[in-house]
């Protein structure tokens, strides 16, 4: 069971993605979402939106 239950910034300015995974709480950055299956298809829209646009703007870069 994954449930979403929102972010948290980091002292960095970076966010976390904190999810609810067979009962623990989990604190996963944006970049390690691959690591964790079905994490980023729990994501709300608005945060895959946001997710892929901080994908698109690094690919510029």
């Given at each position: 069971m994954i449930k979403y239950l929102g972010?948290?910034?980091?002292?960095?300015?970076?966010v976390l993605y904190v999810f609810l995974i067979n009962g623990l709480q989990k604190e996963i950055k944006e970049h390690a979402l691959k690591q964790y299956?079905?994490?980023?298809?729990a994501l709300p829209p608005?945060?895959?939106a946001r997710i892929s646009a901080n994908r698109a703007w690094l690919s510029k870069t």
């Open positions: 972010t948290r910034s980091t002292n960095e300015g970076g299956p079905g994490c980023y298809e608005t945060a895959k």
